[in-house]
């Protein structure tokens, strides 16, 4: 049976991840993102009434035009986790193909929320949802079948899909750390890859999340994170002020500590901001998480802006407010409150603690320079880094390989400078560039077995 | 009565502290200490065998002369912990005053052998053990005393001296970390900082070791270190292979999770190295630690040899030596090792762990890449940066100066770049430079109160 | 006679400069400053509207209630040159003294155009000019004189004024760099500073420019600036596209090179942007630089963009615009013919020369990345950092004291991280922390002689 | 005609030069260099007595096994200037080779003196020297030529040679810096590349010096670190203390001109060093440079010691020594002048002048530090980054493409992480990688025309 593979977007940046596998007649798209940053450059960008073409210039979503040139019909779009890099172009793209959305529970939620939010096109996809460690039948030829396999990411309900053909396995690894103690959920299921790895024909090839190639040594657990929000939150028991926290709001883990750890040290948690209430509440709808039954969460301006005006009246020592604007981003909560643009007052001695780091990219280190400053001006005062990576470093990279044993190996998820490190790994590994070690750019296809 | 401070040594840099508190006749100084980067920067200099002078010349004692400006007798000699920075001068100054060393168990010890090692001058002062919590008379008047407070650090048995005095306590407030959750020994003693604060006449005058004073935030917990150090020493567990940890040698609660987790994953662990031997050993001695009875501790080249030898019969996947080296030392263990000159011998895949960060200062820097890159000409991975700091960042400022409210402040343990911004929050405070905030230079009298 | 220093504003930041000497009952003015990153970190704020209380409350403007404490009249106001942070705040605080303004021709000149888009106050004090190398007497008592001394920065006009008294000279040396080749005006006057050194009673007191204090060697000459920039644009000399530069608008010497090098490369220079044609107009006029006749300088957004539409129609390839917008500056025209909203079209590899460097701070690093992606995006390609500081290095300010032999020294111009390297350099020269070295913060006062 | 290329060494790192091009029956051989870093890692490696496989082993030197997969005969060896990154393997693979050495008279001279230190092989292969501008024939086929063509970099006879095969040319573009205005020798030759671009077939294969390839805009001519290095000895012509000078032995061009600025500012030049000497040296034996008759070159450590001495004697006001050690390198003559190991006596306010960048690694930048710290000590000051690249950014790489319009393009003299640059600038104009853009790794064979 042929394999071919089309990386599509991804392979020169993160963001707008799309790849393509052909299998014989059928075909399967593993993600569809967006780049966010490329739509942020521009003033007054409003992506919801844009069309594919005008987006694809920006470099916001995937050039999937190298789809014609795949023989084959697409049997499933398969996101692989809920994040906008992964999930955020399929209002814009998925329309084009005659294929089922699958996924997760929690990432079909999200997708149906990216679609409802859609006002150019109609996207009718079917959705289909499937647990991790489940498997479905892909096309008729009878011997493809899409498997998930249980992930670890900074998102719930995270899989690796794997497209198991004649050929081999084929396993799309984007995106995992690998953690063993996470704070919700169940570990990363590396039981079931090493059998992947050792049954049939094995792994054909492996298409690997290289976000955090270039750095050594292993990303720590959720656990470790949730220790040092722990520390962190304890040290302020006994402060009488206002504190704040902010974080990645698809965070589910991380906003679970900042409930639990609110409660701990007598202050009751409060979530706000649009993005806040949209994660939280579907994870809490879908029992992902059980929040206190008397967790508030609010997004819209109105509710959110009442919520303070009771948290200043109840008084600010008896509240943690959980809102978004870890990056400093302009429009978001913290930012607002940093401008005195809400009704909650900041004072001297007030905490702030950013359970993120900063995206290193110079426009993402001005915004939170300057809404770091902004609150410094008021008199809070900043605890950050409070954060772990959401992708492996090189030595869970070592361990997928030992795992997995692939035939082919393709790079994805960075540039070529930040997948370079990978390179030299997989060298020492004795892969070979150009052989089995395929280093590819958007747009191109990969033909493994013709 | 008569104030006087003399900030001797360790006021334009870190290293060689040395400050002096008159209260009336009677004179205690707090630490001797040694910059060893202003030894090791020339070769071949042995400073067992050099004179006083030379070494104040060298920069790497602290400048006491003075303390013949200083009106009074000393009492005491009292270094708060045993680092090099605070006791390694006492060999080389202590013996021209005649007082005791007044200083914990541990640290008392670790002066023994300080001097005990010292060859060119005979150093006979007393040595005197006080634990935290205890406090002695000090000089004749009656009414001047000094207490122990339990302080927490990166090393074992640290306390911040305090000297009552009719006028308010004078508190000493190096080396210190504030650490709710240390992993050894009690927490830091904040309920006493308290009340010497609201008790009598407050502090008169609280010197702070502002090492940290330019990072926001608050120093994590050795807690928080040792949770991510189990993360990664778990993540081990399936190894077969040599795994081989190095940390601060003096920082035994370190050494202790290193060991108990090393047995977790089923290595038999063992501590290499002439430092390693001497401060878990004096730590085992003195009964601060229970480490397990079957644990090695070896110095002496031979005995370390032999020990590299017995595991590499026995087979390297049982054992986990925890050796020196941590800074890529040219001539520790660990660099030792990189080069090939152990019987030890690292094959692809092994594994390195740093429990410790790099001193950020480029000689430091170019001989870790040294010896990493050592390491990894033969296959070995590092794994690095687990650690946390033993000093407190700002946020720990703010919380003494609210737990003493000092009448007085004097920033030490760092250059004037390093303590700006223990400046800003001072004033933040409602201090102020050239009134109540004194930034001084080493060799300066500061005049409390006359 | 008394002599007393208040360091009212720039001594915990670079921006608004204030300084006053008081001698005997005669007091002068240095600097009035604006720190502008403290207004553009609000939105939507117009000084222009603004109450100086207000300005000061956001740390925009000096402070100078502490001139209360100042016993005796203030007979002058003395702006060293015409930076913003040196005159921005005189139309917000000249009116409260009865005093002229005196300073170079061409810095009076921006003055008085700052204080015509004053609209809150009547700023109506004499505006008096004196050339560099002249004096003049002060106050009453006959012996006290005001004498400018000229000096190079990168702004023409600029000067040192030495306040001469009884007591010696008080020598204000912001800002400045030590420039035997400057493109425009004469060299540093180093001669003079060594006549000031050694006749009289020498210098009492000198207050020094600190912002590079932290940098060793040597600031390069402006002619070094000159041999890059030559170098650049050579190169250039057989593209038949667009070329644009920026640089500092104020950086009269700088647009004179760019002037001269766009004629030898064939290329028609047009200045554009409205502080482009207020600098370059103002020199022009007051026959600093003696521009070509047929250059252009547009500042209203019509006729900038009716020359676009001129340069568009007659080919890119005859014209070099010199555009603000160095930094990057969201409103600037740079930023604004990066995202396309000016009739002149980028192509690929037209190319943007940045004769300036980014000031490091994040909100500008941001703001300059945003703009270099967007040029990016539409194929321009950047060469940056063609540039020389304006302020001395600290061979620099050896050479200043090595000149003057000052009984004192201010720091100023800095933070005190910013300005500790400046410590150290004195401490070589045997001045002293709190003798002969007074580092002093806002709103400070220092006597001299009493 | 057949024409294949083998990418032997320095296409995973920077060093270790080899290429070898096939054309037909016909091999040509650009560079073969050495790797020092990977020598100097370890402790008491003696090149000269090393067999090649151990140096292959540390990647010191380039592994040519792959030659035995290249069908032909080796006709020449052609290293393209004389930095031991492309000769310093001659010693150590030349022999192996049936073929002359053919280079540039001065690089000839270079590799003559390696080949005499040689001690473990005897190297006979016959030396040839070519002009710049010169062709010669290859092989007997009669249709393959080779030409150099002459370029500008950090060291002088520097080419690029292009082999004109039926085909198309082959241009080898390493090392070069695009100067219009070198100090010394002739400007780049564009108008022979772009000849050559649009000759007869015009550009089969480019293979590009992509050291600089992530650096964007345009170096600076060595004129511009002439007007540097100008303005900063001028501004020492006053002082009557020591000036000492530092910069790469092999740079003739800045050596040239620290030696002219010496007699300008009244000292006598003089080189001092091992290297110093052999390179100025030869450089004058061949009549590259006219250097004044009195100027001494010391190599030897006696006569150094002797000059020193001397200098001490007349009086270090009137001397300017060139020494070796702009890297800190720990037995260079400025690093022993640094430990007092010289009869040369530093003071405090003299000047030492680092005409030369800190090659950005770990291992230098902690011995630069050292070697600053030590004349520091001794009270010196310290220029430094007196300097420019010899390597194009990425400006000069555009123009390279627009000249010689290459049909495909090979990246070398970096790694993945170090080329990546290089990648998206060819695919911004129009190349492809995987198609005509090669990204090689070391010891691949390309074939080109098949």
Tied chains: 1, 2, 3, 4.
Aim: with cysteine; glycine share 10%; net charge negative.
């Amino acid at each position: 049976m042929e394999i071919e593979i089309a990386t599509i977007g991804g392979y020169e940046e993160v963001g707008r991840q799309m790849t393509a596998v052909r299998a014989g007649d059928d075909v399967v798209i593993f993600d569809m993102g967006l780049n966010l940053s490329q739509v942020l450059i521009h003033d007054n960008v409003e992506t919801e009434r844009m069309h594919s073409l005008d987006l694809i210039d920006m470099g916001a979503i995937p050039d999937d035009r190298v789809m014609s040139d795949l023989e084959g019909d697409v049997q499933a779009i398969v996101p692989t986790h809920g994040h906008l890099d992964h999930i955020g172009a399929i209002s814009k793209l998925a329309h084009r193909y005659n294929a089922p959305v699958v996924a997760t529970p929690f990432t079909i939620e999200l997708v149906k929320q990216q679609i409802e939010g859609e006002q150019k096109f109609g996207v009718e996809n079917d959705l289909i949802k499937m647990d991790p460690g489940e498997t479905m039948s892909i096309g008729d030829s009878g011997n493809v079948d899409l498997e998930f396999v249980n992930v670890t990411h900074s998102i719930i309900d995270a899989i690796n899909p794997v497209l198991h053909t004649p050929e081999g396995a084929v396993v799309y690894g984007l995106d995992k750390r690998m953690d063993h103690s996470p704070v919700i959920g169940d570990p990363i299921d590396m039981e079931r890859f090493r059998e992947i790895g050792r049954e049939g024909n094995g792994v054909l090839c492996y298409i690997e999340d290289c976000t955090n190639a270039n750095k050594k040594g292993r990303t720590p657990s959720e656990s470790v994170a949730r220790s040092h929000l722990k520390d962190v939150l304890y040290s302020m028991e006994d402060y009488d002020g206002g504190i704040v926290a902010t974080t990645f709001s698809s965070h589910i883990a991380r906003v679970t500590s900042l409930v639990e750890f609110a409660k701990d040290i007598g202050r009751q948690p409060v979530l706000l901001g649009r993005s806040m209430e949209k994660y939280s509440g579907t994870a809490e709808r879908l029992d992902f998480v059980d929040f206190p039954g008397d967790l508030g969460m609010f997004g819209h301006r109105k509710s959110v802006d009442r919520t303070f005006k009771r948290i200043m009246n109840e008084g600010k020592e008896n509240f943690l407010p959980v809102v978004t604007g870890h990056q400093g981003e302009p429009r978001a909560m913290l930012t607002r409150m940093a401008r005195g643009e809400t009704p909650y007052e900041l004072d001297g001695g007030d905490k702030v603690v950013f359970s993120a780091r900063v995206i290193p990219e110079p426009t993402n280190e001005g915004q939170r320079y300057q809404a770091e400053k902004l609150l410094g001006m008021q008199g809070a005062r900043i605890y950050d880094d409070i954060h772990v990576s959401g992708h492996m470093n090189q030595e869970g990279h070592y361990e997928m390989l030992d795992a997995l044993q692939p035939q082919h190996i393709i790079p994805a998820h960075q540039d070529l400078k930040g997948l370079s490190g990978y390179v030299t790994l997989c060298e020492n590994e004795g892969y070979q560039m150009g052989r089995d070690l395929h280093v590819s750019r958007n747009g191109n296809l990969i033909q493994i077995v013709d």
